[in-house]
């Protein structure tokens, strides 16, 4: 899978959005990103994913930059349940379905 | 009712034994893996296996092999166990598709002494 860079950590106030960036500049034309998290002691949870156009469902909001070179997951009121790790990935349409997991940002949400 | 399950949960031996870890899915998928997430907290794909085919990570020791008795369970061997062995290991299903989400188990972790 190609790479992703993500911050390593984040804060946010409880009851405010997030955005958590992610960079994919070597995004090839038929990777998807896709955005899990893992809440501690917990395995890995799917958050969302999308190829071009911006997605949204009941978790999280995808916004995808236009050179797809970029993403964002929002998040529109960060709750304390929200921390955890957030892993931004690439996946190929040919990968053998794996998942590559990169080092992710950690999410603080302060009461 | 719980979609990936993993038994057991914690599991503590010795260097030397040979221990599996056992893994069931509910949710008719054909793909399942396994990860593997050490004491620095990064996830590593171990194997993804479907009907047809079994694709290993390079870096997996030759003393891990996975095992399927059918679509539904993806059994985790491991011979010979070492010191650094010791990690959560995950299990998980999909479709067969790149856009399908993986659904992953609450992991087993495994302390060798």
């Known amino acids: 899978d190609a790479k992703t860079t993500q911050p390593n950590s984040m804060e946010s106030n409880e009851e405010e959005p997030v955005h958590l960036p992610c960079n994919h500049s070597t995004i090839s034309g038929t990777d998807y990103i896709h955005w899990y998290r893992q809440l501690p002691s917990q395995g890995p949870e799917y958050v969302i994913h999308?190829?071009?156009s911006n997605v949204n469902n009941r978790m999280a909001s995808l916004a995808i930059a236009e050179d797809r070179k970029s993403s964002t997951l929002i998040l529109h009121r960060a709750t304390l349940r929200d921390a955890a790790v957030y892993y931004c990935i690439l996946r190929e349409d040919n990968a053998g379905n794996m998942l590559t997991f990169g080092g992710g940002t950690r999410l603080m949400v302060k009461p | 009712d719980t979609a990936v399950s993993q038994t057991p949960k914690y599991l503590v031996t010795q260097m030397g034994n040979d221990k599996s870890i056992k893994c069931e899915q509910n949710?008719?998928?054909?793909?399942m893996y396994w990860y593997k997430q050490d004491s620095k907290k990064f996830l590593k794909i171990m194997f993804s296996y479907n009907n047809k085919e079994l694709i290993i990570n390079e870096t997996v020791p030759n003393r891990f092999s996975p095992k399927s008795p059918d679509k539904a369970h993806l059994n985790l061997h491991i011979n010979s166990l070492e010191l650094g062995d010791s990690a959560v290991y995950f299990c998980?299903?999909?479709?067969?598709?790149?856009?399908?989400?993986?659904?992953f188990g609450n992991g087993t972790r495994l302390t060798v002494t």
């Open positions: 949710l008719g998928h054909d793909t």
């Open positions: 999308g190829l071009t």
């Open positions: 998980a299903s999909s479709q067969a598709n790149s856009q399908s989400p993986l659904h």
